[in-house]
């Protein structure tokens, strides 16, 4: 192989957000890697390899199609010479187990994927590549300005220059980062906020930070005891700025003392503070010491709570506990937006899977699975992100729905059935509910809510309609009429005799008869 070239690795999962997170954890070409395909099973990843000849492959273990055992078995027995990486949940230890019988390399636990551990996975296993030389990570270039101080600091490079050159330029004890979002970019109303926070400070040095990731930041350096005047003037200047009609979210991240933890503090407090904007989507400006308090209780959602449920065709009381699920969760605002997507999104597979093992046409939902997670991922803000939750939901319930009007439609015949044939038996709603395998007071409910009038209405109503034939027929006396049509008490039968038809049985008998 050729010296001093990138890395190249193949990542294969069937989850677009595992794919998604993985790509987005490490700057690869920076540390020698790149990307050269992505795949969601064992067959796409074969034909990967075959066209892009990788040095790693990430895979997942349990994939449809092949899953990770027998695509590292593929691998082996034809590309001996690539390297494979197991991703791996904490219950398929026996899986693992067996491909390192086959020879691979590393293996990672999904709930433990971050930046650091991948990277050390991908460099461990590329020491093992014979004449494998990574790209070379650019020189350390000669000091020149804070600017370059800055930008390699942030940058993870430690250089070797003295402390003396940094209090040079920033002589106060204190640091903290200020970072500004916007829904675009617009680079004088940046100036603008530039000059407007150095006017509220004379002895404050302020310095503006590259813009990385979408985020204009700014670099305080002040004494101990300035601190309050920084938030009184953020939140100032920011109100001042509202009549703009461009949207601006403000973080002013915790003060800390050591310079060179200025990456840190970007990448973790800053970050993190203008991450909330995601759920808190009515807030604007961010200060460390003074967010929203948070929920007492995490929100927890109980996947076999809810699966019961949802297999006992409780439906509604399964999305009711979907909607309180995320609208608990979407006060939890300090937990990382890449969670939040991923639990939605498993919401999405779960469903798909549990209408499929219930019997219900679950295909095209099966089909447009991953279209819902690509938009949940794309989500901008929590509330939007779970709208498209909404929306799934939605399509589900026209599934159940359709299927259930069916089904009860079915059902509710065959109980009209039962009681216009054993109407003059003594039914019950338990008799009922044994018969059909119903319990007495959800019968009595699906009963009304299915065919808009009660059992017990309905049984008197078949009752009297009989009795009425038999009472113009003029032969049985009352009484045995009665007693043919289910009522064993005589008299209660003349009270409800009458409230259905205005007479009583000897008057209604009368009536018709004379008309004979």
Known sequence: MANNQFCKVLIVDDELLIRQGIKHSIDWE???????????????????????????????????VMDGEML???????????????????????????????????????????????????????????????????????????????????????????????????????????????HNENDSLIKKIEEQLKKS??????????????ISAFLFNFEQGQAQAIKES???????????????????????????QIKRAYQIDLMKLLNYHFY???????????????????????????????????FEEAFSYIESFTEKLMQQYTQDEFTFKSLLGNIVFNIVILLGNMGYDNKRLDREKYHYIALIEEGKSAPTTVAVLTQFLQEVIFIVENVEEKSNQSNMQKLLDYIDQYYAEPLTLAEMGEK?????????????????????????????????????????????????????????????????????????????????
């Open 30 to 64: 920076k540390e020698g890697f790149q990307i050269i395909d992505e795949a969601t099973n064992g067959e796409e990843a074969l034909a990967s390899i075959d066209k892009n000849q990788p040095h790693i492959v990430i895979t997942d273990m349990v994939m449809p």
């Open 72 to 182: 590292t078995k593929e691998i082996k027995d034809k590309y001996p010479e690539i390297e494979i990486i197991i991703l791996s949940s904490f219950g398929e230890f026996d899986y693992v187990r067996n491909t390192f019988q086959l020879g691979v390399s590393d293996y990672i636990l999904k709930p433990q994927l971050e930046g650091t551990s991948l990277l050390t996975s991908l460099q461990k296993t590329a020491k093992k590549i014979p004449g494998l030389i990574l790209q070379e990570k650019a020189d350390n270039a000669t000091v020149n300005s804070i600017d370059d101080v800055i930008n390699r600091v942030m940058a993870g490079e430690e250089i070797e220059e003295n402390q003396s050159f940094v209090e040079d330029y920033f002589p106060h004890k204190y640091y903290c980062l200020l970072g500004l979002t916007f």
């Open 201 to 214: 400070f004379t002895q404050i040095y302020i310095k503006r930070l590259p813009k990385k990731q979408n």
């Open 234 to 260: 953020i939140r100032m200047t920011a109100t001042s700025l509202t009549f703009t009609d461009e949207k601006i979210v403000w973080g002013l991240a915790e003060p800390f003392e050591d310079f060179f």
């Open 280 to 314: 808190l989507v009515d807030e604007k400006i961010f200060i460390y010491d003074a967010l929203p308090n948070l929920p007492t209780v995490e929100a927890s959602f109980q996947l076999a709570k809810f699966t019961e449920l949802f297999q006992r065709r409780q």
């Open 436 to 516: 059909f395998h119903y319990n007495p007071s959800y019968l009595s409910k699906y009963f009304s809510d299915n065919h808009h009038q009660g059992f017990s209405e309905y049984l008197n109503q078949m009752r009297i309609k009989k009795s009425m034939e038999l009472l113009r027929e003029g032969k049985d006396p009352i009484a045995k009429i009665s007693m043919r049509v289910g009522y064993s008490d005589h008299s209660y039968f003349c009270r409800v005799f009458k409230n259905f038809t205005g007479y009583s049985p000897s008057s209604y008998r009368r009536k018709h008869v004379h008309k004979r």
